[in-house]
């Protein structure tokens, strides 16, 4: 059974940093894309960064220079590194897996999922 846990939430400043961590288990495919989405209140759950099996990385142009994508298979956790953050960015964070590596930033098509962590930046 694949389990995503979503941690490192919380309240910020804007201009500051967070990193957020997604810890897999029971995720045994060797291709796969992994990402990190947010859903703000009202509105539609949006792809942020993604990863694949050979790193290639995706990023949403509102976070482009700003948050970095890493996985270490070691330990089978996947981060979200966030700097400079901003009010807008405030939203949950979830985090996703699938086997269909191609998928990247298409949140809708992603099988897997974690609960979700609140990140909140006020201004």
């Known amino acids: 059974q694949v389990q995503l846990v979503e941690s490192g939430g919380g309240s910020v400043q804007a201009g500051g940093s967070l990193r957020l961590s997604c810890a897999v288990f029971?995720?045994?495919?060797?291709?796969?894309?992994m990402g990190w989405f947010r859903q703000a209140p009202g509105k539609e759950r949006e792809g942020v960064a993604t990863?694949?099996?050979?790193?290639?990385?995706s990023y949403a142009d509102s976070v482009k220079g700003r948050f970095t994508i890493s996985q270490d298979n070691a330990k089978n956790t996947l981060y979200l590194q966030m700097n400079s953050l901003k009010p807008e960015d405030t939203a949950m964070y979830y985090c996703?897996?699938?086997?269909?590596?191609?998928?990247?930033?298409?949140?809708?098509?992603?099988?897997?999922w974690g609960q979700g962590t609140q990140v909140t930046v006020s201004s």
């Open positions: 996703a897996a699938d086997y269909k590596w191609w998928l990247r930033l298409r949140a809708s098509e992603y099988n897997y």
């Open positions: 029971g995720f045994t495919y060797s291709s796969y894309c």
């Open positions: 990863i694949d099996y050979g790193g290639s990385t």
